[in-house]
């Protein structure tokens, strides 16, 4: 297994348990040094349901040539699925039989498609305002599924106190075994386009998939594979945008979680804020932020495209719009989620 260490102390990983941060010093562990292929670990501890090799069709956006990755068809109908499997298979070479998460939807679906693919007992628990797509392929997979009331930090704070009485947290956002199922889909889009982009745009919350990419595309360069990092713009939205100010300001001092249809990226204090925008400003990516009455028609342009997505995935239809005249190419746009995940009124 890659190394991994507390961010603040240096400890590395244990080599038994799974805690979701350090218990010397409580801070957040993180893989030391770049991402390489773990050809150690046994088959039977891989965990799939044919997770990845999404397509990326072209189309033709304000005159220019857009690719759109769909990682909304992936298994359970987002991008989650990557982090998923490599997250899972790590739990079971702990042994693990029984874990909880904490979702505003997608990522505890998949969590909970992976843990019954795996064995695994699964608990998640949700923000009481999440999508009742998203909550009842949750109970399908055969997870608990504990509703909490408040905004979406409530969930992690419930599932937080659950860890603190020894039950087992499998949090995507704590933990970082799910970051290089993320640099998957940089691999892929390597292999596509037979270049390395010259814009990606996708959706950020807490940040982990814009991370997990970027690192990618940092493994590509160390190997000799590309020659730069393409500009990486991650996108939120303006009724809650932490990675933006931090980007913008230096703080997330004050950030507001405000309602957004955009649920996916509600989330006011990213456990990994600091490292995404430190990758952001070393790789000459950025974040933007989109309000709330452009998702709906966002959502609805890219249907029109042939591109049936959840308003979250549609924060980026804004940027590109606004920006692509002054984009460099190859433009790749990441499409996160399933329309059919959302509900609306």
């Known amino acids: 297994m890659m190394k991994v260490a507390c961010t603040q102390c240096g400890e590395p990983y244990p080599e038994s348990g799974v805690p979701y941060k350090c218990p010397t010093c409580g801070g957040v562990y993180d893989y030391v040094g770049p991402f390489i ?11 799939s349901l044919g997770e990845g090799n999404t397509p990326l069709i072209p189309a033709q956006v304000s005159g220019r040539q857009v690719y759109f990755k769909c990682e909304y068809m992936n298994p359970t109908g987002s991008f989650k699925d990557r982090g998923s499997a490599t997250l899972v298979s790590f739990l079971l070479t702990r042994g693990v039989t029984e874990a ?15 843990s019954a693919r795996a064995g695994i007992k699964a608990c998640v628990y949700v923000p009481d305002s999440a999508s009742g797509p998203k909550r009842k392929q949750i109970e399908a997979y055969g997870a608990e599924l504990v509703p909490v009331s ?3 930090e409530k969930a992690s704070e419930a599932a937080m106190r659950a860890a603190d009485v020894g039950r087992v947290y499998a949090s995507h956002a704590y933990l970082p075994f799910n970051l290089p199922g993320y640099a998957t889909c940089t691999y892929e889009i390597f292999e596509q386009l037979g270049s390395v982009p010259g814009t990606v745009i996708l959706p950020a919350g807490q940040g982990g998939f814009y991370l997990g990419m970027a690192r990618g595309f940092e493994a590509l360069l160390c190997a000799d594979k590309i020659g730069g990092m393409p500009k990486m713009i991650g996108v939120q939205a303006r009724a809650c945008a932490p990675l933006y100010k931090l980007w913008k300001t230096g703080t997330m001092d004050h950030v507001q979680e405000s309602p957004t249809i955009a649920e996916g990226v509600r989330n006011r204090r990213p456990v990994r804020a600091e490292a995404v925008v430190e990758m952001a400003r070393r790789c000459g990516g950025s974040f933007a932020v989109v309000d709330e009455e452009h998702l709906l ?49």
């Open 37 to 47: 292929p773990d050809r150690a670990r046994s088959a039977k501890d891989q965990v």
């Open 100 to 114: 909880i998460e904490d979702s505003s939807g997608n990522a505890g679906a998949s969590f909970a498609a992976y």
């Open 150 to 152: 408040g905004p979406r």
């Open 297 to 345: 028609p966002g959502r609805d342009a890219l249907a029109h495209l042939g591109f049936y997505v959840e308003p979250t995935s549609a924060l980026v239809w804004r940027v590109l719009e606004e920006s692509i005249s002054t984009l460099p190419d190859p433009i790749v746009v990441i499409l996160t989620g399933s329309g059919l995940k959302y509900l609306s009124y």
